[in-house]
């Protein structure tokens, strides 16, 4: 039996918190049956997306709210363990023309990265088990993205709204990717560029985060404002080589020099090669210079 939602007295606005939604899709569950305990899920997430409204089309509104995980390239997730886990942490958008991306906080909060993942340039869109699944084609090149641990609270609805809402064609070849957007100007960013082609927004460099991860113990982590896996790999980078050259010195005194000890290296090498591969992968979600960043008017 559906639950009777809640009507304050007078004009039910169609946007909450300055953002337009779709509230027969957004708190309802896959049947299109109003549950309180979807309202409530969803206007907890919404909070965290109060600055979306700039990045809106005009006719463009929200029908559903997830998080999950971004996509990550299998030597780096192996590698990582929890902080696969801990850095990948995104909110998906689900509106009437596309797939908001934006990759998130620990805490799910906005850290002035978004993408898009139109639904005009998509060859299929389907969550299969908990992977939300993306399929592009552009001049006969094919690509595939995985959004993994898609929470299990929205996933019948949208394969729901997959099958019932979402209009697919795969026709525009422009739009045939996931595309970032600037977080000041909303305009289109070009992969590869560290600058906004119209507001001059400037953004991370992998080349500078690489080396910062190798010369500057926990540096990489700092570049990419993850302060705390910053001490963390600091703290370890730096305990680990102290150890290693008190080993060093010990050689030279004739201490006899143990198994254990020559694991150390590899240790080290690990430590350092994850802060690497995290810190110049996560450059590619277009992390801004300005740790503060003001949104603009729409353009996309």
């Known amino acids: 039996m559906a639950e009777a939602a809640f009507e304050p007295v007078g004009f039910l606005s169609p946007k909450i918190f300055g953002l337009p939604v779709d509230r027969e899709v957004l708190f309802s569950n ?3 049956i109003y549950k309180k305990r979807v309202e409530k899920r969803q206007r907890k997430l919404i909070v965290k997306i109060s600055f979306l409204k700039p990045f ?3 006719g463009e509104h929200v029908l559903v ?3 999950g995980y971004s996509p990550l390239h299998s ?3 192996y590698l ?3 902080v696969f886990v801990y850095l990948n942490r995104s909110i998906f958008v689900f509106t009437n023309y596309r797939i908001f991306h934006i990759p998130a906080t620990a805490n799910y909060n906005y850290n002035n990265s978004i993408a898009q993942v139109a639904y005009a340039g998509c060859q299929s869109v389907e969550l299969k088990g908990g992977s939300l699944i993306v399929r592009y084609e552009r001049a006969g090149n094919k690509r595939i993205e995985k959004f993994s641990a898609i929470a299990g609270t929205e996933r019948r609805k949208i394969r729901s709204l997959l099958k019932k809402k979402i209009p697919l064609s795969g026709t525009k070849g422009q739009l045939s990717a996931r595309i970032h957007l600037c977080p000041r100007c909303t305009h289109r960013l070009a992969e590869g560029k560290n600058k906004c082609g119209k507001c001059q927004l400037q953004f991370k460099s992998k080349l500078v985060a690489a080396l910062s991860a190798i010369l500057i113990p926990g ?3 700092f570049y990419i404002r993850q302060y705390l896996l910053g001490v963390l790999d600091a703290l370890l980078e730096i305990g680990l ?3 290693m050259a008190y080993l060093f010195i010990g050689i030279h005194d004739q201490m006899p020099l143990e198994s254990v000890h020559l694991a150390l290296i590899p240790i080290f090498l690990y430590l350092k090669i994850g802060a690497v591969i995290h810190s110049s992968h996560f450059t590619k979600e277009f992390i801004p210079k300005d740790k503060t ?3 603009c008017q729409a353009t996309v």
């Open 75 to 77: 030597l780096a997730q």
């Open 30 to 32: 896959h049947k299109d």
């Open 56 to 58: 809106l089309k005009q």
């Open 65 to 67: 709210i997830t998080t």
């Open 219 to 221: 540096g990489g982590y």
């Open 80 to 82: 990582t363990g929890f």
């Open 241 to 243: 080589a102290v150890l």
């Open 293 to 295: 960043v003001k949104t």
